[in-house]
């Protein structure tokens, strides 16, 4: 039986002291307490069992013949999950060549997003590209910088050796909106720029040894993409020496979407997806910053001094509740599993820590395999509600010691005029009714 179900609940505000400490309840006999609830839900199970007709009497499905394996060319899914997609915000522009779609997370389970769920944000919209007439130029800002430039076809590519690695990808502007203190209604719009995939490819440090590539001189890259907006990045070497960087073709045991740069695209793990160049035509190797129109004039926050911080490009330790999240409905009182994805750009995500009263008392999740580097991670905890309300955060750490922010600690260094790389922690109001929230703590 569903624990919950969807709705699209109106905004809700800031929570002062005084409403923080109304949904603060006593922990004491928790594990318990949620035993119990689940046995006494197992045996209601049980009792109802014995009078469901769907279990007494065999369904269609079971006397006759299902379809044949051609009646799907390409599989797709059930037409009873058809409300699970990619959505629009009504919030942002309604452009769709220079759109977003976002993931909705609160239906996935694990840590893989189907390639057809995954997030888009495209500039100049997308192309479905020929493969046989794509081709990838890697040369140098001068003569000097590469012994020899070289320009590869998809089969020269796929015919190097290559590797799969699973990482996350995430939009610099991901929960953007809450910057301005709008508390939009679901977890697919709050951090819906989020999907993690496995993608294989060429790491692009062997391309650029197989060029000659002088390390010496050459500190940068510039990734220049084949769409209409030209979309360029610079990508300092220090990120490309490690081999992370790949040149992708295949993303979840395929070729990549369209929608998602097929046939090339570049991936640079931990660092804001724009910089993840789609349509990637050329590569270039130089000794500065290009100090190009998406970095200079777009994807910059303007800081509390006044200055604009530029080059930003690490996704720093995040992590969100998926379900109860905003938008959701607990049906009953007693046991529910509280689950959520955790991700950093600097590494794995080492612990995760999850509040029911607001931040006043917390207790370490499980952290689900496989917990890998610059990756999502899958975190769970066991709770058992009482029917009061209750406020929902998680708190995420990273191997390299870095912990999750409040938006009060985010906004003392980052000010309140700011666009981009909000890790700040998210806040779920449960009701009375049941109902979910996105509320913020003041």
């Known amino acids: 039986m569903r624990t919950h179900r969807f709705l699209q609940p109106a905004p809700e505000g800031f929570l002062n002291l005084e409403q923080i400490k109304a949904v603060h309840g006593g922990r004491r006999g928790f594990m318990a307490g949620a035993f119990a609830a689940a046995v006494a839900g197992v045996s ?14 065999l ?3 079971t006397k006759a013949l299902g379809q044949g394996v051609a009646a799907r060319g390409y599989g797709v899914p059930s037409v009873y999950e058809k409300n699970l997609q990619r959505r629009e915000s009504p919030g942002l522009t309604r452009v769709s060549q220079a759109g977003v779609s976002f993931a909705p997370l609160q239906g996935l389970f694990g840590i893989i997003t189907p390639s057809g769920l995954h997030f888009e944000r ?6 479905d590209i020929e493969p046989d007439k794509h081709r990838l130029m890697i040369n140098g800002s001068d003569e000097t910088m590469l012994k020899k430039p070289m320009v590869f ?4 590519l796929m015919r190097l050796p290559s590797v799969s690695r699973m990482h996350f990808i995430e939009c610099g502007a991901n929960t953007g909106m809450e910057w301005g203190n709008v508390a939009v209604p679901t977890v697919q719009y709050t951090h819906g720029m989020l999907s993690c995939s496995e993608f294989t490819g060429v790491p692009l440090k062997t391309l650029l040894d197989m060029c000659g590539a002088d390390y010496k001189r050459g500190k940068f890259v510039l990734a220049e993409g084949a769409d209409g907006s030209s979309m360029t990045r610079t990508i300092p070497m220090s990120l490309i020496d490690s081999g ?4 992708a073709y295949g993303q979840n045991g395929e070729m990549l979407r369209p929608e998602n740069g ?9 660092v804001q997806g724009v910089s993840w160049v789609k349509y990637l035509r050329r590569i270039e190797l130089g000794d500065m910053p290009y100090a190009t129109k998406d970095e200079t004039l777009h994807y910059v926050d303007l800081q509390p ?7 930003t490009s690490i996704q720093e330790i995040k992590s969100v509740i998926t379900s109860p999240s905003g938008g959701q409905v607990l049906l009953d009182q007693g ?3 509280i689950t959520g994805l955790a991700w950093s750009g600097r590494g794995k995500v080492r612990k995760v820590d999850v509040s029911v009263d607001g931040g006043r008392n917390w207790q370490s999740a499980r952290l689900e395999g496989p917990v890998l580097s610059k990756c999502l991670t899958r975190f769970n905890f066991d709770w058992s509600w009482n029917g009061k309300p209750a406020l929902l955060l998680s708190r995420a750490v990273d191997e390299t010691g870095h912990i999750q922010p409040t938006y009060a600690e985010l906004r003392k260094v980052r000010g309140t005029r700011s666009i981009y790389h909000n890790n700040a922690i998210q806040t779920w109001l449960v009701s009375e009714n049941g109902e979910v929230k996105n509320v913020q703590l003041s």
């Open 305 to 311: 001094d006044g200055q604009h911080r530029q080059y």
């Open 335 to 337: 046991f529910h599993n």
């Open 244 to 247: 992370e960087v790949l040149v």
């Open 153 to 156: 076809t998809m089969d020269d």
């Open 262 to 270: 097929y046939p090339l695209r570049l991936v640079v793990p931990g």
């Open 122 to 127: 495209h500039h100049q919209g997308w192309w």
């Open 59 to 61: 369904p269609d499905h």
């Open 44 to 57: 209601a199970a049980r009792a109802q069992a014995a009078d469901d007709t769907n279990i007494i009497n």
